[in-house]
């Protein structure tokens, strides 16, 4: 008989401090970018495409102002024209970006 009080009273306080437990609640944030600030499809159109090589981007884009890089591994170079950089791995485009407008 008291084996099962005990064994009662320790499920009594393991349910009680389940339900009044602290419960965790994910959070995300937003961001929201103005309107006004969005680029335009046509301009996004015109940067060069991911995979392109370097002499392709050249070919198309001519020369750029400033190179940076390249940085890391695996080597990150930064190709910036007056309005956009283009991000390069090794010899290939991984991303390209519209400069904000000032």
Known sequence: MKKRT???????TALTALASGPFTTAAAEEVRVPVMSQAERSAQEDLPRTGMSESSVRNGWGSPME????????????????????????????????????
């Open 67 to 102: 190179t940076r890089g390249p940085v890391g591994d695996p080597p990150i170079a930064q190709w910036h024209y007056e309005d956009f950089v283009v991000y390069f791995e090794d010899d290939r485009v991984i991303h390209a970006v519209l400069k904000p407008e000032r």
């Open 6 to 12: 005990i064994r009662a009273v320790c499920a009594a």
